[in-house]
């Protein structure tokens, strides 16, 4: 079974605060995702990468960075934490040419 | 830009009826995905469709694509409370790896 894991389930941070969120996925994936998740929005993409230290911006890539050192790892970074950054954080991976997603458990995530 | 439509948002209906849900998105695709959220958890894929006239079925639940109408449709028949969820269709462009998801459906099967 394909396994993507996240490194909280529940988070709460101060505003200014740095925070990494961390995804593994065990299934020797080429692309990863971040997402995040609200109420009346959907899910909206945030950062992709399709191979190690490779990323492409997504829909709202705006005050969030990530970084893919290897190849099972990606993590989403919110360099100075805001309120309107508190959300439902999704992670997922997929083959190179074969477009299903699987993803992780999610972290939500709340900024005070 | 691809634009994914679900409709309805939220459907409410009783245990042992049938129902329909519709993901219309704007730009050719011959691939979608449905997948399944329950409260407050994460998405687990329901259907993988590949190809125009794609049909898959899973207990209660048949999904179809028709490429040139650009429309998906999830069918629910004679709901089980153990239904309700929220559903997800998400188009395939290809190429990009990238998948653009609908508003989802919130699905609630009532006793």
């Known amino acids: 079974d394909v396994k993507v894991t996240q490194s909280s389930r529940y988070l709460v941070k101060r505003t200014g605060e740095k925070v990494f969120l961390e995804c593994v996925q065990d299934?020797?994936?080429?692309?990863m995702f971040w997402y995040r998740q609200d109420p009346g929005l959907g899910l909206r993409l945030i950062y992709f990468?399709?191979?190690?230290?490779?990323?492409e911006k997504g829909d709202i890539p705006e005050g969030y960075s990530v970084s893919r050192e290897k190849k099972e790892r990606f993590s989403l970074i919110l360099e100075s934490a805001s309120t309107n950054q508190t959300s439902m954080y999704l992670c997922?991976?997929?083959?190179?040419?074969?477009?299903?997603?699987?993803f992780g458990p999610g972290t939500r995530l709340t900024v005070l | 830009e691809l634009k994914v439509e679900q409709n309805p948002l939220f459907l409410s209906m009783q245990e042992g009826k049938n129902y329909t849900i519709y993901c219309n998105y704007s730009?050719?695709?011959?691939?979608l995905y449905w997948y399944r959220q329950d409260p407050g958890k994460s998405l687990e894929s329901l259907f993988v469709?590949?190809?125009?006239?794609a049909v898959k079925q899973e207990g209660r639940l048949m999904a179809s694509l028709d490429t040139k109408a650009r429309l998906s449709t999830l069918h629910i028949t004679a709901a089980v409370h153990d239904l309700s969820a929220t559903y997800f269709c998400?188009?395939?462009?290809?190429?990009?790896?990238?998948?653009?998801f609908g508003t989802g459906t919130r699905l609630q099967v009532t006793l």
């Open positions: 997922a991976s997929s083959w190179q040419g074969y477009n299903e997603q699987f």
């Open positions: 299934m020797d994936h080429e692309n």
């Open positions: 990468s399709y191979d190690v230290k490779m990323k």
């Open positions: 730009t050719t695709s011959d691939r």
């Open positions: 469709l590949l190809s125009n006239g």
């Open positions: 998400a188009v395939d462009l290809g190429g990009a790896s990238k998948l653009t």
